[in-house]
């Protein structure tokens, strides 16, 4: 393919001739000649060196963070005979992980390989947006050294990057109160029933008041409470409504990005626990992945917003596993009515009723009143709840979660 000074240069040659047996110049005839010459070589030159360019991708990590930087290399090696004059290599990127400059794929300039010479390039990829992302394919555009012609070669290889939500960090002792009594026996042993007494430390906020010690308590004068061995994983299952007609805003701001934040916060911070974990969303299910973290934060950077109008689904899922402890991510019924005889405030009760801890995290925008009132439902039934509002630290509002629940409230009563 002739470039705008290819095509110039044949433009040229053929002027030269016309005027050349016009004129009757021999000399023209000569200038023609040459600058057809040079771009017919230019053209083979480029389609020659062009089909011997091999071309590797090496990515660092396929996964990443949000805002996290991720080296990806291309090894380019000439293996023709004749040298590649001047390479523009250009390897497609989504904007969502570009480096901020909103190009749509990342450029360089090769000014030329000898036959058997390789060159490594680099470029980071950079999560901005949460989703699985595919890297490539690589193009490169082979120009002779006058610029009169270039050919185009795409290659087919592409890998793909998973972006994770954004992640805050969650207190670690609150959480230990409520593990106890959420254990699931995922490998039974004989003789062993998950309550045996193992030994006596001081009352973490979350404690079942079941196991406080009270001879040991009025002893040392502080609450403390009996340990108990813990033979098999905990599990814990995290609730996340995404259902499209509850949630407000747009872009990072929404409040469906902040819930799927604040469950993957959550899902991390569970597994440092040792939790066996298991995401549950509205709409199809994937198969189950044995308690692990990655699949579930693969399926967080991936999720969209459902079309499902009802939850029903979601709490026949959370029933059926009925075990452990429940994390709720959710967002009020937004249709006026009043949440107290609300068929979805009842069914999430329902479905939490079998669970041995029960957590709410409510996701605010501009309804602190209805939040307000579902929370106060939610721990009226027995949950630890909080209202998420829209600047406050996740961290916060995990704190105010386990100490507002009705066992923060019993242990202070105590006190």
Request: proline share 5%; glycine share 8%.
């Amino acid at each position: 393919m002739l470039t705008t000074r290819g095509v110039a240069l044949s433009g040229l040659a053929v002027v030269a001739w016309a005027l050349g047996r016009f004129l009757g110049v021999d000399e023209l005839y000569v200038i023609s000649g040459a600058a057809g010459a040079l771009v017919v070589l230019a053209v083979v030159s480029t389609r020659v060196s062009s089909t011997r360019i091999a071309v590797r991708r090496r990515t660092a990590a396929h996964q990443a963070h949000l805002g996290e930087r991720v080296p990806i290399e291309l090894a380019l090696r000439n293996d023709g005979r004749l040298p590649a004059s001047l390479l523009l290599v250009e390897d497609l990127r989504p904007s969502g992980i570009s480096p901020g400059d909103d190009a749509d794929r990342a450029r360089f300039v090769v000014q030329g390989l000898r036959p058997r010479q390789a060159v490594e390039l680099e470029w980071h990829a950079v999560g901005r947006r949460r989703g699985r992302y595919r890297v490539g394919p690589v193009r490169i555009r082979l120009r002779d050294p006058f610029g009169l012609a270039e050919r185009s070669r795409r290659y087919r290889g592409t890998d793909e990057l998973v972006v994770y939500p954004a992640i805050e960090d969650l207190p670690t002792a609150d959480t230990r109160g409520i593990r106890h009594g959420a254990d699931t026996s995922s490998s039974r042993r004989a003789f062993h029933r998950g309550d045996e007494f193992y030994t006596m430390r001081a009352y973490v906020v979350g404690d079942d008041l079941r196991h406080v010690h009270w001879p040991s308590t009025a002893h040392r004068g502080t609450l403390m409470v009996r340990q108990h061995e813990l033979p098999w994983q905990a599990l814990a299952v995290v609730y996340v409504d995404s259902r499209a007609h509850l949630h407000r805003g747009a872009g990072q701001r929404s409040t469906f990005e902040r819930a799927i934040s604040a469950a993957a916060s959550v899902l991390v911070h569970l597994r440092r626990e040792r939790y066996e974990l298991r995401l549950v969303t509205d709409g199809a299910a994937p198969p189950d992945a044995a308690g692990r973290l990655e699949p579930a934060m693969v399926r967080l950077a991936e999720l969209e917003l459902s079309a499902e109008s009802s939850p029903l689904a979601a709490m026949r899922g959370l029933e059926q596993t009925a075990a452990g402890l429940l994390i709720a991510v959710l967002r009020p019924p937004n249709d006026g009515l009043d949440l107290a005889d609300h068929a979805e405030v009842r069914a999430l009760q329902q479905a939490g009723r079998s669970y041995h801890a029960r957590v709410a995290l409510i996701i605010e925008h501009d309804d602190p009143d209805r939040c307000a009132t579902l929370a106060r439902l939610l721990t009226l039934a027995g949950w630890h709840s909080a209202v998420a509002a829209p600047d406050a630290s996740l961290d916060d509002v995990w704190r105010r979660a386990l100490v507002g629940g009705t066992i923060g409230r019993l242990a202070g009563a105590k006190r």
